[in-house]
């Protein structure tokens, strides 16, 4: 069993549609919390960076955290062709501990 | 302000080969980190460099290897290469002090083994 469950997908959504994006995990250890967008043939660009459970929002994203259930989520309101790419989950023991595991990713299309 | 370079973008190798790829941090970051993302797939961790020591390793063989250099640029070299080495090689930095310095990634090289 892999330490860091995501969906592949692919996800198409119609463009203004709110995109719910997620992922499990099976390390309790896991502190930090990150979502990267990538797009084709570029590297991995960091949208959100939480700590602990909750929620985080950041303009039309809001990342959700739940330690209970060992499960993260991605929000995206109203969105737009240019959402479109991969969302990778990540996250890492503590700040001293750099090394990041990865989701697999989920690829999206936002359908104009 | 010049991101995370990577060179070159593109490779092809012969399996049995040797490969080195480089890696020139953001400006201000100490801390170089290498990933290999194969097709589909997320980026795993190889290992981490700072202050010119190998701080950290993932699961890979020895066949990797690398190195960090005193401007904090950083090299990555795979020795007797295997089909299965074929991948996007990112190079990520960030400062010493983890928390408040996420990852900022390259654009990768891609690396293909025939």
């Known amino acids: 069993q892999k330490e860091v469950e995501q969906d592949p997908g692919p996800l198409s959504v119609p463009e203004g549609a709110i995109v719910s994006l997620n992922c499990t995990y099976s390390n309790s250890a896991f502190q930090y919390f990150m979502w990267y967008r990538q797009y084709s043939r570029k590297g991995p660009e960091l949208l959100m960076y939480t700590y602990s459970s909750g929620n985080k929002e950041d303009g039309r994203f809001t990342a959700q955290v739940d330690k209970s259930s060992k499960y993260i989520s991605l929000f995206i309101r109203d969105s737009q062709p240019s959402d479109s790419a991969t969302y990778l989950c990540a996250m890492r023991v503590n700040f001293g501990n750099e090394k990041l595991t990865f989701g697999t990713g989920t690829r999206l299309t936002i359908i104009p | 302000d010049a991101g995370v370079t990577q060179s070159p973008t593109h490779l092809i190798k012969t399996r049995g080969q040797q490969v080195t790829l480089r890696c020139s941090p953001k400006s201000g970051h100490d801390t170089v980190s290498w990933y290999q993302q194969a097709l589909g797939q997320g980026p795993q961790f190889i290992f981490q460099?700072?202050?010119?020591?190998?701080?950290q390793r993932g699961n890979f063989p020895d066949r990797f290897s690398g190195h960090q250099f005193p401007n904090y640029s950083s090299e990555l070299n795979v020795n007797a290469l295997l089909l299965g080495d074929s991948a996007l090689y990112l190079c990520?930095?960030?400062?010493?002090?983890?928390?408040?310095?996420?990852?900022?990634f390259g654009n990768g090289t891609r690396l293909t083994v025939t």
């Open positions: 460099y700072y202050e010119e020591e190998e701080r």
């Open positions: 990520a930095s960030s400062t010493g002090d983890g928390f408040n310095s996420p990852l900022h």
